[in-house]
């Protein structure tokens, strides 16, 4: 199951203080050096931590596959369309939101994501859809001819009871299943850690995990290389 380590948090940090670092791209060349498959990033609309200039520098410095996160608009399809990353990840987005509360509402926006999904996948870019895990939203992103969904992992982080927790493991079970049925590659994120992600690694169909804020705080104390190894380490364990 692929890694992929989301970088945004190290320009949280630099745009905390309007400092030129801690450099993103610095960073993700170690996270690649380290055990990530992937690079991922989300340029948002209000830029409050990778910039324009982040997303371009990345582009040419890294080695492994890029994965930008963004939402539906024509000016991050225009800046998708200039970057050309491997993999693009549409999510929804909310201006006062912390980080990304819940998956896209494919089917009320399908008018309008078709036409993007195709410009973008024409261009020779992937596209996934970041939906929650429900049978409605991975048939509607089926429609809409996205060849790639990310089932945000979200509620099952958040889940604090044994059988809360059993039932959010069990509706990704369920969803990966009809993904897969679709003909979908399938992916996830959202609220993994170091505590929460080897039952996800366990759901074996699942090609890949996106995971930022708990490996770049790891990364206070263990270091970035140590903070993604481990990562690694506990993912390659988990899945035997
Ligand atoms: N996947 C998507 C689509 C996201 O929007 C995010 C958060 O930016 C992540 C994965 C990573 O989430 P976290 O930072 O909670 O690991």
């Known amino acids: 199951m692929d890694l992929g380590v989301n970088i945004d948090h190290v320009a949280t940090l630099r745009?905390?203080?309007?400092?030129?670092?801690?450099?993103?791209?610095?960073?993700?060349?170690?996270?690649?050096?380290?055990?990530?498959?992937?690079?991922?990033?989300?340029?948002?609309?209000?830029?409050?931590?990778?910039?324009?200039?982040?997303?371009?520098?990345?582009?040419?410095?890294?080695?492994?596959?890029?994965?930008?996160?963004?939402?539906?608009?024509?000016?991050?399809?225009?800046?998708?369309?200039?970057?050309?990353?491997?993999?693009?990840?549409?999510?929804?987005?909310?201006?006062?939101?912390?980080?990304?509360?819940?998956?896209?509402?494919?089917?009320?926006?399908?008018?309008?994501?078709?036409?993007?999904?195709?410009t973008l996948q024409s261009a020779g870019i992937r596209v996934s859809l970041f939906i929650d895990p429900d049978e409605s939203q991975i048939v509607a992103s089926h429609a809409v001819g996205a060849s790639v969904i990310e089932l945000h992992t979200g509620a099952y982080a958040e889940a604090r009871s044994a059988s809360q927790i059993r039932a959010e493991l069990s509706r990704l079970e369920t969803a990966v299943k009809i993904a897969e049925d679709h003909g979908f590659r399938v992916n996830a994120?959202?609220?993994?850690?170091?505590?929460?992600?080897?039952?996800?690694?366990?759901?074996?169909?699942?090609?890949?995990?996106?995971?930022?804020?708990?490996?770049i705080s790891e990364a206070l104390f263990a270091g970035l290389a140590g903070a993604v190894r481990r990562m690694r380490e506990l993912m390659n364990r988990a899945g035997g």
């Open 15 to 118: 745009q905390a203080r309007g400092t030129t670092y801690p450099d993103p791209v610095a960073a993700a060349l170690i996270c690649e050096a380290n055990g990530a498959d992937l690079i991922t990033l989300h340029l948002r609309e209000d830029r409050r931590h990778i910039s324009d200039h982040d997303v371009f520098r990345m582009r040419e410095a890294i080695a492994t596959r890029m994965n930008l996160e963004m939402a539906v608009t024509e000016e991050m399809k225009q800046i998708a369309l200039s970057v050309k990353p491997d993999d693009i990840c549409l999510v929804p987005e909310k201006r006062q939101e912390i980080t990304t509360e819940g998956g896209l509402n494919v089917a009320d926006q399908a008018a309008s994501l078709e036409p993007f999904i195709d």
């Open 189 to 215: 994120g959202h609220g993994l850690n170091y505590e929460n992600v080897e039952p996800i690694v366990a759901i074996r169909s699942i090609k890949e995990l996106n995971i930022g804020h708990a490996i």
